[in-house]
């Protein structure tokens, strides 16, 4: 990839279809020298300065491209460097480089001029990766937050480097049974408690936790050890540091100027101006740039519904209507469908992923027909209803029972992520296991449920580090987890549990095959609410693989002589029981399994009779039937 700018370079970026931006904006090592480029059209002049000889070093105008460009001799990569760009109004402002690949560590507004050398070693990976991301395929994700999941506990109080996590990370994820791992943003942020959702490096992974050499090593070794790595990206908002992009040459350059546009209230940042030709062009780089220089498996797009709707927190009078008259953002969602046209053209073997919360239709469906064009959206109308219900004592339970069964209104609408994210342990509302009710063996059951009605689920599974130890406070970015809880009693329990639902979601075809296919599901038992009991049947649209049922007791009261039709005559085996003893239940069950008899039940010929236990799920299939 050439860094030198190019009529065709400037062309491209002037008309917003330019996928990489980071070939010639930024600071590229030519010859002796570095050439620095940065995009001002309404500066005055601008100059660079930095640790290279010769101090501040005058950029010229390229044509009427609005990009500034110079060539300094003698800089060389590992130079910091900075820009300091005249406004009309004749002030100076210190500004961080928009599209820089490396940074200093925050406090510092430097950026660096990178050594991205890598000698990549995960050929394998990226030649198989595209099946693991599939719309039929077991996908099963570990948030993680790095700084928080594995902080140095030190004398320098250092964060571990990227490279550092690579072995233990791995070591964690596979041992728990999970596919993929979804960073929280590591895009550069001056303020840590941002968690990386407040970014300013839309190109540079943080220096909190080394150089971007590290990160790749990182990555590449994750895919070697057979991890998928999902990074969390930010485009629908930014601060207004005032190093950053916000009044970038003394102007509303990546943002509208108007505050019922440009200013987002919750969030106190400010809004891409998704119609400006050269911002859809930052953006759309910025995104190629993780999956080309990376190599990431997929992007997940925070703040999706913030982007849609012109009126999104805002009050009467506080947003400004489409040309149509409309609260839809015309602009907003032209930009997420030539996004996600953009990085499957690149990368079809990769997935986008939309935080989307509304009712807003075909976000996961093609753009041709109408879609935004992602790959899936996380489905947080059932992470809502389900918390809820089991948030709730179970005597009142019978009177909530449409917040399960709810779903399957819309379940195969969309390419569903089921997340137990970190949005659901943050700001007081408490771990999961401090959302369950009752007596601590009441909540590990209750936690227990949950988790087993996430994996049966149609849909693809999300959750953030620290559920699968059943973690008693709420997640903290300046801590760590508590580790202490691996193997500690009922918390290694749970931990056990989410293995051996990775390790079915994967080896059952019907747990995963039918994810996002309306035929994935039946229900068996939806209207017990008297009792509080569930039951579904997961099935494979391929016909291959056999049933499985999964069956829920959400009563602290063993339910004994419990008949449910099932399709399949013979023995149905006991594959999962979350009350068995090894996970830190009583240990209530079938013995293992149950065997049909000829009593009609629920539009079947025969049925199966079953105890189920108190708060706690069974999942279970017919023994003679093999496996695909």
Sequence with gaps: MSAELSSQDIYLFAEGTHRRLHGFLGAHVIGGGVRFAVWAPNARSVRVTGTFDGGPADLHQVDSSGIWSGWVAGAAAGDRYRFHVETQAGEWIDKSDPVAAATCEPPSIDAVVADLDHEWGDEEWIAGRGPRLALDAPVSIYEVHLGSWGRTVSSSGRFP?????????????????????????????????????????????????????????????????????????????????????????????????????????????????????????????????????????????????????????????????????????????????????????????????????????????????????FGFKWDMGWMHDTLEYLGIDPVHRKWRHGDVTFRSVYAASEHFVLPLSHDEVVHGKGSLLGKMPGDPWQQFANLRLLLTMQWTQPGKKLLFMGGELAARTEWAHEGTLDWNLHDAPDHEGVRRLVRDLNDLYASEPAMHRGDCDANGMRWVESADADQSVYAYLRLDPTGDGRPVLAVFNATPVPRHNYRLGVPADGVWQELLNTDAEAYGGNGIGNFGGVTTVPVDSHGWQRSVVLTLPPLGALVLAPSGTDRA
């Design 161 to 373: 480097r990227y490279d550092e996590f690579a072995e233990p990370l791995a070591d964690h994820v596979l041992s728990d049974g999970f596919t993929h791992v979804e960073l929280l943003p590591v895009m550069e942020h001056p303020f840590y408690g941002s968690w990386g959702y407040q970014t300013t490096g839309y190109f540079a992974p943080t220096a909190r936790y080394g150089a971007p050499a590290d990160l790749m090593t990182m990555i590449d070794r994750l895919h070697q050890r057979g991890v998928g790595v999902i990074l969390d990206w930010v485009p629908s908002h930014f601060p207004t540091d005032r190093h950053g992009l916000a009044r970038f040459d003394g102007t509303h350059l990546f943002e509208h100027a108007d505050p019922r546009q440009g200013f987002h209230p919750d969030w106190q940042s400010a809004i891409f101006n998704y119609g400006r030709n050269e911002v859809r062009s930052f953006l759309l780089s910025s995104a190629i740039s993780w999956l080309e220089r990376y190599h990431a498996d997929g992007l997940r797009v925070d703040a999706v519904a913030s982007m849609l709707y012109l009126d999104y927190s805002r009050a009467e009078g506080e947003w400004i209507p489409n040309r149509l008259g409309g609260r839809e953002n015309l602009d907003a969602i032209t930009f997420l469908r030539q996004l996600n046209e953009t990085v499957y053209a690149e990368f079809p073997d990769v997935a986008t992923m939309a935080e989307e919360s509304t009712a807003w239709p075909m976000v996961s469906r093609p753009t041709y027909i109408g879609g935004l064009g």
